[in-house]
T-cell receptor, first 112, second 113 residues
């Protein structure tokens, strides 16, 4: 079975540009999570969805960040405009069983 | 509130040494506890879990016992291998059936031949 698929794996962009990260969860999973990982702050939960509905977005840093899940097989995390402090690895994860998350390989974002 | 505290890293061990990575937690409810592992360049993977007091989770030679009296879930392995080099994260979900996890800061383990 395919795991969680994220794209792009790497993105380098300039400050002020829009960034869109994509995630395809494992088929049949009903919850999807977006995490951000940095050396300074470790792993932070940004937002999670149950059955395509956002449940908790309290971790979204500010209005520049937005996430959508239009259907059960696709989610996006958008940053507009991007800033250098957004540089991080962004992980998507999905699950069907409580607590047993399956992570993608991450999208490494560098904002210059 | 809910939180997880892990021992500071990094940890460097020789092959076949005994490993302990400490994890303590604070939870308002009756949590489930997890250990996740992140190998270089990859996402996190579930290593083991325990859902109630005195449960022992085990996988790939790793073990952890849910100790309610000491609010701990320490990770142990009797003989580490170079391939165990990774970052290990302790995590909790604050109630049965909860999907979101609270992660610790991670402990980097390096095993040298």
């Amino acid at each position: 079975d395919a795991g969680v698929i994220q794209s792009p794996r790497h993105e380098v962009t300039e400050m002020g540009q829009e960034v869109t990260l994509r995630c395809k969860p494992i088929s049949g999973h009903n919850s999807l999570f977006w995490y951000r990982q940095t050396m300074m702050r470790g792993l932070e939960l940004l937002i999670y969805f149950n059955n395509n509905v956002p449940i908790d977005d309290s971790g979204m840093p500010e209005d520049r960040f937005s996430a959508k899940m239009p259907n059960a097989s696709f989610s996006t995390l958008k940053i507009q405009p991007s800033e250098p402090r957004d540089s991080a690895v962004y992980f998507c994860a999905s699950t069907l069983v409580a607590g047993e998350l399956f992570f993608g390989e991450g999208s490494r974002l560098t904002v210059l | 509130g809910n939180s997880v505290t892990q021992m500071e890293g990094p940890v460097t061990l020789s092959e076949e040494a005994f490993l302990t990575i400490n994890c303590t937690y604070t939870a308002t409810g009756y949590p489930s506890l997890f250990w996740y592992v992140q190998y270089p360049g990859e996402g996190l993977q579930l290593l083991l879990k325990a859902t109630k007091a005195d449960d022992k989770g085990s996988n790939k030679g790793f073990e952890a016992t849910y100790r309610k009296e000491t609010t701990s879930f320490h990770l142990e392995k009797g003989s580490v291998q170079v391939s165990d080099s990774a970052v290990y994260f302790c995590a909790l979900s604050d109630r049965p059936g909860a999907n979101n996890l609270f992660f610790g800061t991670g402990t980097r383990l390096t095993v040298i031949p």
